[in-house]
């Protein structure tokens, strides 16, 4: 695709957004719009990652919307949209408040993709498998997420592979465990890796939640961690197959313990391990993961060959080339 042509990135001052952003520059790309909401204490810590970046405008999320309906000249020819704004809290109880930003709003993005001959690669989640029992298939459906953040996202999912009329490219990608930087400012819906690094900057220790479900011992609860990079890379080898439609699966195919995120931690910081297991809180207990591991054949499939980042691999790099310049106020 040629460098000229408009790229609208909703999420853009987010975690994997403003990763997307920077990527994008470094392959030649400026002509970007930002899509994200900026107002309040979490918008000022967001602006933060649009400082090195270059990009032609920026819109807020909602101001955005209303531009696609009035068909705003002054938004250009946008030949590419990647959306990744979401609110990603899984601890949310609003359900109608998540379906109208999360699903209803990605609705009236896909229409207007369509209406505008426009390519979409779009946020899913690995949220939408709910308790992983029936598995993590990307070609299976009928899935049962366990909260209301999962089914807002698996409801689009299924709405789209139910549309008979697409646009010219169509893509959705269930993220799995995401850590790497720029997540400073998501709070409590950080990674375990950011915070594990906060617990042992602060205290020299880490704590892990200990296990309720027979066949895991304490901290060897299982999940598919993936770098920010990895995920960039394969959301720009899909804006360079522009033939590829479909929903993917983003993770690494291989599970990891957390006692192994833990421990890569105190490897990067060289420091001794101190773990300690701490109770589960009651809210959570029965809706936890134990297991989650991407099927990664769809995205093999795809021919995707670049080599993904180890876990200690990916750690190291985000502790020593990121984590540990942050100010204590981060």
Known sequence: MSKNKKIVIT?????????????????????????????????????????????????????????????????GDI??????????????????????????????????????????????SAATYGDGSQGYNDQKRNLKPLNYYGLSKYLFDEWVL??????????????????GPNEYHKEFMASVVYHGFQEIKKYGQIRLFKSYKAGYKDGEQKRDFIYVKDVVQIMLFFLNKENLNGIYNVGTGKARTFLDLANALFRAL?????????????????????????????????????????????????????????????
């Open 162 to 179: 139910d549309q008979k009329e697409k646009p010219p490219q169509w893509v959705g990608l269930k993220f799995f465990n995401v850590y």
């Open 79 to 124: 030949k590419v949209v990647f959306h990744l704004g979401a609110r990603t809290d899984t601890a949310v109880k609003d359900k109608k408040f998540l379906l109208e930003n999360n699903t209803n709003y990605s609705k009236e993005l896909f229409a207007f993709c369509i209406k505008n001959n426009c390519r979409i690669i779009y946020a899913s």
């Open 270 to 330: 060289a420091q001794k391990p101190d773990i300690r297991f701490i109770d589960m809180p009651k809210e959570i207990k029965d809706k936890y993961q134990y297991f989650t591991e991407a099927n990664i054949s769809s995205l093999q499939s795809a021919c995707y060959k670049e080599k993904l980042y180890e876990l200690e691999n990916g750690i190291f790099d985000y502790v020593r080339n990121y984590l540990i310049h942050l100010n204590i106020a981060d």
């Open 11 to 75: 999420g853009g001052a987010g975690f994997i957004g403003s990763n997307l952003v920077h990527a994008l520059n470094e392959c030649g790309y400026h002509n970007i719009i930002i899509v994200d909401h900026m107002m309040g204490a979490r918008g000022e810590r967001k602006r933060r990652n649009l400082v090195a970046l270059q990009y032609s405008g920026f819109v807020e999320a909602d101001d955005f919307l209303q531009q696609i309906h009035m068909q705003d000249k002054t938004l």
